[in-house]
């Protein structure tokens, strides 16, 4: 047998290949630096293609690191969290019937973060998934701090004066957002009265903005939360802390980075507010029973044309060549918009004006020394959202918001298929695809008899964003579930795990069709 050293080199020679990542390694900050030379992305279908290489000792390896279904489950239920939605919540019956989430950590600690809130002074539910990179900062301040400043954008001329008032007279506030959140989900206290007072501040503006009676916009409201707090981001770090922590603090969020998938739902209406490469897609029911992806999201990265020529326009031509390089902006990051990444939008001077005067740990960190090459005319990022609309119906039967490492796991249109499937217990019986691969009829056999047994086994998962993870990390080449790869990439070492997959966050809404039919006819007569 193989010591634990000789397993973990055959491994990685299994795994070796070109990596993909968000941001170089060379830029990472102090908490991920132990892990900078893994921080990689997943390559696609990596371990099929190196089925071939495997030898008797490696597969004799890779058995030792197998995990039992139990310590398989275990895994992928640890941060599964379900919300059922009443029926009437008070002030109108809900187009949204509940939603459920889960998280699979590739990094660590995991870069992504989730949120989920009810808005209790106007109508709605805010569902957001945040893909950090460069360290879990800046995705950690997202998931507190946005929601609240799409609510307050959304809030009245009178409701805002009236927390104003409260404030002032210090009277309690009425709460804005119900928060939906597992356990592990945390906020960071020490921040609290920091992030306070910049929100207040926002709202304070709006007040001499906005007049008695007027109606806030939805689309506008959610334009000017995400490009007010990533400001207040900048200006946070740029005018620092007392507090020597709180400094620090407000310097990672800064000069790490996330991107943004937020959903705003208030009846049939539906607001997708994108930033970056996490992706919202809707699963349409077909008369026949099957189902549709509907992409409601743009992926803003070099595979999107028009994001491509957004950034070239924005900068003179004698950068043409320079600002996107290797489909990276200026050679560096993968998503073309994010919050934070100060990095990509100050100025050199302003740069080196704040660190200079930042505690010391930022000093002894290479990322807040290194300036993006090429970097002439910033900022070469925004955190501008992208904004869709669409109006619910009937046959819209659920909507999904994953990170990236869901979307480089699973074609949209799989993830569809096999969400419809979980939720309506109908399992499409397309015609068996091998995928140009040689079977015996052995292996066919088994084959068939697993799409059979999946039926009964259809419900080994409660929470349907746990079945969609179980499919993303499990899938092998035939579209199923192999139970043997799934425990290997589950019990891939820490420092192995990031060089194959990325971290998964999934949120999975449900509608009710008959309330939405209902909603969608009063609107008509």
Not at 115 to 122: F, K
Not at 134 to 154: D, H, K, P
């Given at each position: 047998m193989l010591s634990a050293s000789s397993a973990m080199h055959v491994t990685s020679q299994l795994l070796r290949g070109l990596p993909r990542t968000k941001i170089l390694a060379s830029t990472l900050l102090p908490c991920q630096q132990h892990q900078s030379h893994l921080a990689h992305r997943p390559a696609s279908r990596r371990w099929q293609s190196h089925q071939h290489l495997r030898s008797y000792q490696t597969a004799a390896v890779l058995r030792s690191y197998i995990l039992t279904p139990p310590q398989v489950n275990s895994i992928?239920?640890?941060?599964?969290?379900?919300?059922?939605?009443?029926?009437?919540?008070?002030?109108?019956?809900?187009?949204?019937?509940?939603?459920?989430?889960?998280?699979?950590?590739?990094?660590?600690?995991?870069?992504?973060?989730?949120?989920?809130?009810?808005?209790?002074?106007?109508?709605?539910?805010?569902?957001?998934?945040?893909?950090?990179?460069?360290?879990?900062?800046?995705?950690?301040?997202?998931?507190?701090?946005?929601?609240?400043?799409?609510?307050?954008?959304?809030?009245?001329?009178?409701?805002?004066?009236?927390?104003?008032?409260?404030?002032?007279?210090?009277?309690?506030?009425?709460?804005?957002?119900?928060?939906?959140?597992?356990?592990?989900?945390?906020?960071?206290?020490?921040?609290?009265?920091?992030?306070?007072?910049?929100?207040?501040?926002?709202?304070?503006?709006?007040?001499?903005?906005?007049?008695?009676?007027?109606?806030?916009?939805?689309?506008?409201?959610?334009?000017n939360a995400f490009k007010r707090l990533d400001n207040d981001i900048s200006l946070e770090a740029q005018v620092g802390d007392p507090n020597a922590f709180l400094h620090y603090w407000v310097l990672r969020v800064a000069f790490s980075g996330a991107t943004a998938c937020v959903a705003h739902i208030d009846g049939s209406d539906l607001f997708i507010a994108n930033a970056g490469d996490a992706r919202a897609v809707l699963g349409v029911q077909e008369e026949d029973g099957s189902f549709s992806a509907h992409t409601l999201s743009n992926d803003h990265s070099a595979q999107n044309e028009e994001e491509?020529?957004?950034?070239?326009?924005?900068?003179?031509?004698?950068?043409?060549?320079?600002?996107?390089?290797?489909?990276?902006?200026?050679?560096?990051?993968?998503?073309?918009?994010?919050?934070?990444?100060?990095?990509?939008?100050?100025?050199?001077?302003?740069?080196?004006?704040?660190?200079?005067?930042?505690?010391?740990?930022?000093?002894?960190?290479?990322?807040?020394?290194?300036?993006?090459?090429?970097?002439?005319?910033?900022?070469?990022?925004?955190?501008?959202?992208?904004?869709?609309?669409?109006?619910?119906?009937?046959?819209?039967?659920?909507?999904?918001?994953?990170?990236?490492?869901?979307?480089?796991?699973?074609h949209r249109q799989e993830v569809v298929r096999v969400v419809g499937e979980y939720l309506t217990g109908v399992h499409q019986r397309q015609p068996l695809k091998v995928g140009g691969y040689r079977v015996t009829l052995g292996q066919m056999q088994g084959l068939l008899e697993e799409r059979k047994a999946r039926v009964s086994s259809a419900f080994e998962d409660y929470n349907v964003a746990t079945h969609l993870m179980r499919h993303a990390v499990g899938n092998n080449e035939f579209g199923t579930v192999d139970h043997e790869r799934l425990s290997k990439m589950l019990s891939l070492p820490e420092e192995l795990a990031r060089m194959y997959r990325d971290d998964i966050t999934i949120i999975i809404s449900q509608f009710n069709p008959h309330v939405i039919g209902a909603q969608r006819q009063e609107g008509q007569s």
């Open positions: 992928l239920k640890a941060n599964e969290y379900s919300f059922k939605v009443p029926e009437f919540d008070g002030k109108n019956v809900s187009a949204i019937m509940g939603f459920e989430s889960n998280q699979l950590p590739a990094n660590a600690p995991i870069e992504d973060r989730r949120s989920a809130a009810t808005c209790l002074q106007t109508r709605g539910m805010l569902l957001g998934v945040f893909d950090g990179h460069a360290g879990c900062a800046c995705a950690q301040a997202l998931s507190e701090r946005l929601f609240y400043y799409i609510a307050v954008s959304l809030l009245p001329h009178d409701t805002l004066c009236e927390l104003e008032a409260a404030v002032e007279s210090g009277r309690a506030l009425s709460p804005i957002l119900q928060w939906h959140k597992h356990p592990n989900d945390y906020f960071s206290k020490e921040a609290q009265m920091l992030y306070f007072s910049s929100l207040r501040t926002y709202w304070q503006e709006l007040i001499d903005l906005t007049s008695p009676g007027e109606i806030p916009d939805t689309r506008e409201a959610l334009l491509v020529s957004r950034i070239r326009g924005e900068h003179p031509p004698s950068e043409r060549k320079t600002v996107i390089r290797q489909d990276r902006l200026l050679g560096l990051l993968m998503p073309f918009r994010a919050f934070g990444d100060v990095k990509f939008k100050w100025s050199i001077e302003l740069q080196k004006r704040v660190l200079e005067s930042g505690p010391d740990q930022l000093h002894e960190n290479e990322h807040t020394k290194f300036i993006p090459p090429n970097y002439h005319t910033p900022p070469y990022l925004t955190a501008e959202p992208e904004i869709t609309y669409h109006k619910l119906r009937p046959q819209d039967r659920f909507m999904v918001i994953g990170s990236d490492g869901l979307w480089e796991t699973l």
